[in-house]
């Protein structure tokens, strides 16, 4: 950027608007500056702490002091920097740092980058210097201007904004949706087309393509329920708790193996997997949902279902290397429950505490140890289903172990005991628990008071609808995390779970619903240009789908995918060349077609395909997958043997399924990959590649024999049958096959 | 990803090209990379003339002479200990276990020492001068030491971050922030890929705890992310067609994967979809070129042994390989290599795991030198050794009171090196006090250095902007100036 440009614009602007500072407060409409200028006490923390923190922190706090000068801490803002104090408390007039925000200063302006410092803020710096700049109240400053994060606020109810365009609203999403893009003067985008509609849904709800049929149903059906009944269906099929189960195991942790050197097979935690889809098939409600993974094993009468359910603290590595030192590995295991309970509930990065008091959210190294006792007495047992099967979970010792904190996380160097209890930013419990009790921390999380918990599943639910969350930052509601682009639908959706008995189905409903959810992913390109993330929502969001979905659409285009839910995981065959553990051994091939999520998760040497396309590595929590874009990953569509058996069972499909002509094939090909019918162009352009891969064909019979391979179209020539391989793989290596719009 | 910003010119220009079918592959490459890369395409470029090439992301020319037209960015995770390898304090020996002054104590933070217990700590390590320069070096670089006269050592560099996530951030993307673009897709970005048939930007991995951002394309469009091959088994899966596929085969496919693609990127004008197109066109390239590249059979058992592709420890033989695949690389016109080692965050044990460490890297980067040399690529390669911040003059008390043996982070004094690619040689820039607390002389901050390699590919860091969100960014963000010692003719 052009710097000298920039200050020198800055500084004009400044220059006009300084010389009026002094005499401007009068005239201010602000309740914030007029109570300044009437001489009403400022409180640092409320007023000016969140301006030292947007405005100046960035350089002047924790990270970097430019000029030497730090504004995060008293001491130091006291101290000044390089060129002298900074802030003299009694006289704004000749503090640097009022005269800098404001441009008195010559030939330097601060922010030197950014918006600067509105008039009445500029105001409320100086009347807080002439109030003799008292930094807090008392000394725990730093945690009472964190409590006023905007996280650690209650979740009020807002009521839906009134909007011009009433007639866009399906529902009040859409109304806050509106209430920013109306100001902005950015029109939502038109709907998507029906194609798009049931594509988007099936894949977000399903993970799964939506059959030609479907399709045809969807798009024919005139009634105005047809969307809304769609939806209902999705949501009813057993495939659904497959999609969003998923979605939880990536927080879960979820693998198939111990993790560290012997990386051994967990053979039994497909239950807990299978557990979480049933989970979401019948719509647990989330306050359940927690408690039952948290603390199945304590409730009353508790059935094997239950138990079961505490899986989700199971899904830990565990280290059985010989010479493992056992309570520095049992010690780990509980850092890691609690670290992976801070991020799933509560968006919170609690992990930092566990050496040293949090650097940046209002959260200490004892706050961290109370938190941790809850999880200090839980031990791992195998427990016998009414099956005869086993499972790993949780139960409480029989013999409570006493919490010390760890000295900079070292298990070895145990301080003070500590008793349970929660960070004293955020609600206390009642009744007070004496012992720690999971229960007790479930419910907290899930209890009305509790600020973070809805906000936290609300958004995660939304990043899984529109491929980002309306806090971006879906791990960390912390001050360093990103806020929320739509504070009042975040707290609204948040509500609305809580008022729906904590219903995730109903939520999602409620959302692929709205006005906002349908519309079109591609919009006006300037306005677009204007919003480059999207961040008001003028349009849905396009992007390609999680690795275990690529597969699922290649295998369900094809026909060859097994619609079986759940069971133990299954190893599917590995490519030339990968790296491969021992035991691993290919399971049968009436195995090798089930669903992504199925394939057997080998800790330390996970299934390439699926690493290609970002699956998480399954060591932590993963809140976010990435969504790369690389050859490696054309070279999977193209050559990975599972893709190429694929194209020979679609091209065989379609032969069988459709007794047209070979345009009419094309069309019912192009249908089963993309859920609509290719125009004009594409067809075009589908036809001449038959013809070509035809004649290649034919001039070379034993390539086309090893590309028909053993499936024979009856009535077709051998090129022909290998033209349709050759097809059907194009269309399996389309863009739009592994994209969502 | 939802990245639409480029949108507006992207559907502009996506029109001006044939209809699908009718579209070459030299047409192709110049449309993407005029789309994707740092210039304007020319008129003729734009009007879907052939430009020569096939498919290509195409190079760009940069803003002056260059001396470097390849980087092997050789980055140590963890902060490297610059007092036990790079940074000699003969004064740490005579202060060993004495309490810290507190001239120096006064305005530091640290992330885990404690203040008011620390302590100095004295490397155990001898130090010796080498080479014709005489520069000093740590025991435990043996290798190194005999490729001193080909070496810059910065002992004077600085950041900002003592916090892994934010330095690792500032020294491979140049801000403590994350979501902006690294020095190799900057590079990309900047100067367009030479390589046909290979990705311009490659990524090889060792170890543990290294975030995707490191190699991000962060806000530039995402050709120009780093393609990260495989740590496990063989770097590259499923080059190999299937039965039956025959180039021509194959490539007639091809032809029309890019050209319906190419009809849904008229529509909708979305950017991934152009980056597609080009995987789809590398990817093909890839299947004749990859097999070639990881194939080392080639390679003769002198060159293998100066490696120690088959040393006995695991570690050492990966990064032995990952070494040589970055000459081969580099051979086969790879633009920019990223090579990744985890972990050097000492803050205990330092003694025994920096050894380990040194085992595994000194060697492979030592021999990457001398056949880079050999091989006459030496020139026009830049090699670096880099890390996020050093470590500590005093011990790290906050692991093992008792018996500290590491040090914690510090940002305010480490120590990086440079070779090749117009790097002059032999010299050592940059002075730490006796303690090697802080840099007395010829500070080096991380936004200068990444400024100096800018300059040695010919790029000026102030003029290589992209605008997002309506302000331009750099690799250098706000800061950066070219450290004129380090090149090797001054200008």
Known sequence: MNRTFVLATVAAILICLAPSWPVVAGEMGNSVAASATRGEPIDFARQVAPILTRKCHGCHGTNRQEGGLRLDFEAAARQGGDSGAAILPGNSRKSRLVRLVSGLEERLVMPPEGDGLSGSEIELLAAWIDQGAQWSEDAGGPVRAAADHWSFRPIRRPSPPAVTREGWVRNSIDAFVLARLEPAGMPPAAEADRYTLIRRLSLDLHGLPPSPADVEAFVADTHSDAYDRLADRLLASPHFGERWGRHWLDLARYADSNGYDNDEPRPSAWRYRDWVIDAFNRDLPFDRFTLEQLAGDLLPAATFEQKLATGFHRNTPTNTEGGVDREEFRVKTVVDRLNTTGTVWLGLTVGCAECHSHKYDPLSQREYYGLLTFFNSADEVVIEGPDGAKAEVLARSPTPRATRIHLRGDFLNPGDKVRPHTPAVLHSFSPFPLQSDRRQLARWLTAPENPLTARVAANRIWQHLFGRGLVATVDDFGTQGQPPTHPELLDWLASELVDRRWSQKQLIKLIVMSATYRQASTGDPDRAASDPENLLLARQNPWRVEAEVVRDLALGASGLLSPRVGGPSFYPALPEGADKDPRWQASPAGEQHRRGMYIFTQRTTPYPMLVQFDAPDSHVACTRRDRSNTPLQALTLLNDPLFFESAQALAERVWVECAGDTRARIDYAFRLCLARPPNQQESDRLATLFVEQTQLCQADSQAAQALAGDRTLQGASLAEAAAWVGLCRTLLNLDELVTRR | ?491
Not at chain 2, 67 to 88: E, K, M, N, R, V
Not at chain 2, 248 to 255: E, F, H, K, N, P
Not at chain 2, 311 to 329: G, H, S
Not at chain 2, 407 to 418: G, I, N, T
């Open chain 2, 1 to 491: 990803m939802n990245d639409w910003r480029e949108l507006a010119t992207q559907s502009r220009r996506g029109f001006l090209t044939s209809t699908a079918g009718g579209i070459g592959g030299a047409a192709l490459a110049s449309l993407l990379a005029g789309e994707l890369s740092a210039s304007e395409p020319s008129q003729h470029e734009a009007a879907g003339m052939p430009a020569g090439e096939d498919g290509r992301f195409a190079p760009r020319p940069p803003h002056f002479r260059p001396s470097a037209t390849h980087c092997i960015f050789i980055y140590l995770y963890g902060g490297i200990s610059q007092l036990d390898l790079f940074d000699p304090k003969p004064k740490l020996a005579e202060l060993d276990g004495q309490p810290l002054p507190e001239s120096l104590a006064a305005n530091v933070r640290f992330a885990f020492v404690k203040k008011d217990t620390a302590r100095f700590l004295a490397s155990p390590r001898k130090f010796s001068r080498h080479g014709q320069c005489g520069m000093e070096i740590s025991e435990l670089l043996p290798h190194l030491a005999g490729c001193v006269d080909e070496i810059a050592l910065v002992r004077s560099m600085h950041t900002e971050a003592f916090n892994h996530a934010p330095g690792e951030l500032m020294t491979n993307t140049g801000t403590l922030a994350s979501g902006h673009p690294s020095v190799g897709a900057w590079l990309s970005y900047g100067l367009g890929s030479e390589s046909t048939d290979l990705p311009g930007y490659v990524v090889l991995i060792l170890g543990e705890r290294i975030k995707a951002y490191t190699w991000s394309n962060g806000f530039l469009p995402s050709v120009h992310q780093g393609v990260r091959l495989g740590s496990q088994g063989e770097p590259v899966h499923n080059l190999h067609r299937p039965a039956g596929m025959t180039p021509a085969i194959d490539r007639s496919q091809l032809d029309a994967i890019r050209d319906l693609n190419l009809l849904s990127y008229r529509h909708l004008g979305d950017p991934e979809i152009a980056a597609r197109i080009a995987a789809y066109e590398l990817a093909f390239r890839m299947q004749s070129a990859a097999p070639e590249l990881i194939d080392l059979s080639a390679e003769t058992a002198g060159t293998l042994n100066s490696y120690g592709t088959d040393r006995p420890d695991a570690d050492a033989k990966t990064f032995a390989t990952q070494c040589l695949l970055a000459r081969r690389l580099v051979e086969r016109g790879v633009r920019f290599v990223n090579l990744i080692h985890s972990n050097w965050d000492q803050h205990k044990d330092l003694d025994r795991d920096l050894a380990r460490n040194c085992l595994v890297v000194d060697q492979p980067i030592a021999a990457l030198l001398k056949d880079l040399k050999q091989r006459g690529l030496f020139d026009t390669t830049l090699v670096v050794v880099c890390t996020e911040f050093g470590r500590t003059p005093v011990s790290d008390n906050g692991q093992k009171p008792d018996m500290p043996n590491g040090r914690d982070h510090h940002p305010s004094a480490f120590s990086v090196w440079m070779a090749g690619g117009g790097v002059r040689g032999g010299q050592v820039i940059g002075q730490t006090d006796e303690f090697g607390w802080n840099v007395v002389e010829d500070p080096v901050h991380v936004n200068d250095f990444h400024a100096t390699i800018l300059h040695l590919f010919g790029l000026d860091h102030l003029k290589l902007t992209y605008r997002f969100k309506g302000r331009d960014f750099r690799l250098t963000d706000v800061g950066g100036k070219v450290v004129h010692k380090l090149l090797r003719s001054v200008s």
